[in-house]
């Protein structure tokens, strides 16, 4: 006990206490054993705990043992520490890395495909070029586009194209990957 | 080797002696193993009560308790027990028949998706895809059931596999779990910011819950204790892990607890909790809950820490380890323990003021309270008491002062009426030659009264103190006290009779119905061979106190 306690006045009032709201938006990328019945595990742990999932995403790693699971939860209805921790006692979750929106890549891929008589087929695929977006499918009265990118970015073509007449749009929900350091 | 048998030797590689269930279709491969394993079967007569016998025999001995069970209505009659180790995070581990793998999914007969069922109530579970899985799964399933913070673990396992013939090869070292590692050292500079709080709290309290009697840490809990005069007090699960007759002791706190108990939390500015969970059965109304104290929080379960109570020192570890290094940190400060002096005067003050007490009769009638302190005059204190879920528990815990762990064994995060017997069948059988007393209730015994032929099957040397008070007894109190008296399907009235009924099952029967002969007949049951049912008529309508109402303050105990 070398550096053991010294005698130092510790003010009880100072103390602060751990916890609560962030305020903003998470995006928790999970590690997990690839094995049935651990995306249940998962969902019923939210559902059972009583915090929403924004997204989801599942996938493959490198390592064919293991997946990851992607999701985004609102941390100012959730104390995101509680989440975390609580993910963390399924013996099936490996890592859990809570992502700062600074040094994280994070993408998703929509559908949407949008009403497209001749009147506003030119303007709809001015949209799509602006949004660096690529037509998949075309008939005659509709038009099928894939979009790449941030959530935002998501978001903001859905708002230009709505008016337009959205008949069926499916997202992925994020995916997300830690930046390199530049020097790496 | 066929599969079932390597389920046995991995059994035994834990050191299992004991098991308890019932046999079905879906577990026949397994029950033919047993034929032949090392370890005794315990047949119980419903699911269930093996559930809570492999509890009882986890919380007496502080063994895995092990459970088995066939598909389907086996293994949901599993599901009380499952949940309540649940809650009460005792080590046991589930061990269901599955249909084989080619029903799976075509609801077949008998066929109940059990781990799905399960997920929310177990810390983990396997289902067998494999056969060669089994033993490794049971190894993981030990593992995982008895370190950091105990709990239940189900192992499902198909039919057809537990009868195929695999390659066995004992299994030793640690299971290979990635996702698994219990964090239990504790952070060393957490510890010793906690013992310089201590150092400066002017009113502390220690909180210590049922995590001390898990780590089998009473001794460091009283170390910590006489580090200086710490007031302690202990929720209902932590009960024995500090010794009740004791000048720092405070009694239980909480909802039935005492005054003085949830006084000092009221009051308090720094308060140690340690193995112990907030529970609203102790928070009562959270905003009011402890309004001037700091809290020190040491958990091995990080989630437990300011979940409900937000904590200003977190220490996430094992309190068998944690408490001695902050002792040590403690002891070094070498804090003036005269700054208590006031701290105390006011906690005397209570404890004059508001000791428990009821109201004794001059006739013969028995008081439920009288009962239990009769009861701890009968077994000195030192008998292994397991209980049902109600007043009678209440009462116990007020008046049977437990002075060691492992020897107050009941239901509290799930309230499961009808634990007390199976339990104390499980305590029993892990340990034969301690005492054990199941303080059960009249509404609660009934639910699982075909018990008494499992004790009676395998001799069990077990009593039954019925506190028999004509009612559900603790829902007829709320409807008394917060329901306008309106008073609704509490009445148990006088059936049936009990010492019929115990020497139907080959018990000896015992009535007690006048104060004057209750020492005396708790003597004769206790010295009486085999297993006794002593029904003590109490009174009807006593209420428990005192007693925070739900959603209220400390401040606001009634009674
Ligand atoms: C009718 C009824 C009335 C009740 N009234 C009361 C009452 O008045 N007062 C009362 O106290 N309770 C009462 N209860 C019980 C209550 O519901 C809870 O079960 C109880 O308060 C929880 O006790 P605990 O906090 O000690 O937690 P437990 O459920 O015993 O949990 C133990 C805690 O310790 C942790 N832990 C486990 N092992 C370790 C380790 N090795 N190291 C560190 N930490 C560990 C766990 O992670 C957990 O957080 C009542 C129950 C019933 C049915
Ligand atoms: C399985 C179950 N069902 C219902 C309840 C609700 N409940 C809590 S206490 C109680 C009455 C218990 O009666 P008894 O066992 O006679 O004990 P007493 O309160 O009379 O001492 C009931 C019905 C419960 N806790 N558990």
């Given amino acids: 006990m070398a550096d053991s306690g010294t005698k130092d006045i510790l003010d009880l009032d100072d103390l602060r206490a751990e916890g609560g709201l962030t305020g903003r938006r998470h995006l928790l990328s999970l590690l997990v054993e690839n094995r049935p019945g651990v995306l249940a595990r998962i969902a019923g742990l939210f559902s059972r705990r009583g915090f929403n999932i924004d997204t989801l995403a599942v996938g493959p790693t490198e390592d064919p043992d293991i997946s990851r699971v992607t999701l985004t939860v609102d941390g100012a209805v959730h104390p995101i520490d509680q989440v975390t921790k609580q993910l963390h006692k399924l013996v099936n979750v490996i890592k859990i890395r809570d992502m700062d929106p600074d040094t994280a890549v994070a993408r998703e891929m929509a559908l949407f495909r949008i009403n497209a008589a001749a009147d506003n087929r030119a303007e709809i695929i001015e949209f799509t070029q602006i949004f660096r977006a690529h037509i998949v499918d075309v008939s005659r009265r509709s038009i099928t586009v894939e979009v790449t990118g941030t959530t935002e970015k998501i978001d903001s073509f859905e708002r230009m194209v709505r008016p337009h007449g959205l008949i069926e749009m499916a997202r992925t929900g994020e995916v997300a990957i830690v930046r390199a350091r530049p020097e790496s | ?559």
Wanted: net charge negative; aromatic share 8%.
């Fill in chain 2, 1 to 559: 080797m066929r599969a079932a048998d390597a389920l046995c030797e991995a059994l035994k590689a834990e050191g299992v002696k004991h098991v308890f269930g019932i046999p079905g279709g879906a577990s026949l491969p397994l029950y033919d193993a047993i034929y032949d394993a090392d370890f005794e079967h315990v047949q119980v007569r419903h699911e269930q009560a093996a559930g809570h016998a492999a509890e009882g025999y986890a919380k007496a001995s502080g063994r895995v308790g092990v459970a088995f069970a066939t598909s389907g209505p086996g293994a949901t009659n599993l599901i009380t027990a499952i949940a309540d180790a649940h809650m009460d995070s005792v080590p046991t581990v589930f061990i269901t028949g599955q249909v084989r793998t080619d029903l799976i999914g075509t609801d077949g007969f008998q066929e109940a998706d059990v781990t799905g069922i399960t997920m929310p109530i177990v810390k983990h579970s396997f289902l067998v895809t494999d056969p060669a899985q089994i033993p490794d799964y049971i190894h993981k399933a030990f593992h995982i059931a008895k370190t950091g913070r105990p709990g239940p673990v189900l192992v499902d396992i198909p039919q057809d596999l537990s009868r195929m013939e695999i390659d066995y090869e004992p299994i030793t070292g640690a299971p290979k779990l990635p996702g698994y590692q219990p964090n239990t050292e504790g952070n060393i500079k957490q510890i010793r910011i906690a013992a310089k709080a201590m150092a400066n709290a002017k009113r502390p309290v220690l909180y210590a819950g049922g995590g001390v009697i898990n780590a089998d840490a009473s001794e460091e809990l009283r170390e910590l204790a006489a580090s200086d005069r710490f007031p302690v007090t202990c929720t209902l699960m932590g009960l024995g892990g500090f010794p009740a007759p004791h000048e720092q002791w405070l009694g239980m706190l909480g909802m039935h607890g005492t005054r003085s108990a949830n006084y000092a939390m009221d009051e308090a500015d720094l308060i140690v909790a340690i193995g112990a969970r907030f529970d609203d059965r102790i928070t009562g109304k959270l905003s009011e809950f402890a309004p001037r104290a700091k809290f020190v929080h040491i958990d091995i379960d990080p989630a437990e820490i300011s979940k409900n109570v937000p904590a200003h020192i977190p220490i996430v570890g094992d309190v068998k380890k944690v408490l001695p290094k902050l002792t040590g940190e403690y002891r070094a400060l070498a804090a003036d323990t005269s700054r208590l002096d006031e701290w105390w005067r006011r906690i005397e003050g209570w404890r004059e003021q508001y000791p428990l007490h009821y109201e004794e009769t001059t006739d013969q009638e028995i008081k439920p309270q009288l009962m239990v302190e009769e009861m701890y005059r009968a077994t000195n204190g030192d008998a292994i008491i397991t209980s049902d879920v109600g007043q009678h528990q209440m009462w116990a815990a007020q008046y049977y002062h437990f002075a060691k762990p492992n020897r107050w064994l009941n239901s509290g995060g799930l309230g499961t009426m009808g634990f007390g017997l199976p339990a104390a069948i499980g305590a029993k059988v892990a340990m034969p030659d301690e005492q054990v007393v199941c303080l059960a209730g009249d509404g609660s015994l009934i639910m699982v009264c075909q018990e008494f032929a499992t004790a009676a099957a395998h001799d069990l040397d077990i009593k039954v103190f019925l506190m028999n008070n004509g009612h559900f007894g603790m829902v007829r109190q709320w409807q008394e006290l917060f329901w306008e008296e309106r008073y609704q399907s509490v009445v148990m009235g006088p059936s049936p009779d009990w010492v019929k009924l115990a020497e139907a099952f080959g018990w000896t029967g015992i009535l007690c119905d006048r104060k004057d002969d209750l020492a005396g007949s708790m003597k004769t049951a206790l010295e009486t061979d085999g297993p006794v049912l002593l029904d003590v008529r109490v009174t009807q309508n006593e209420n428990c106190y005192p007693m925070i109402p739900a959603g209220a303050a400390a401040r606001d105990m009634v009674g």
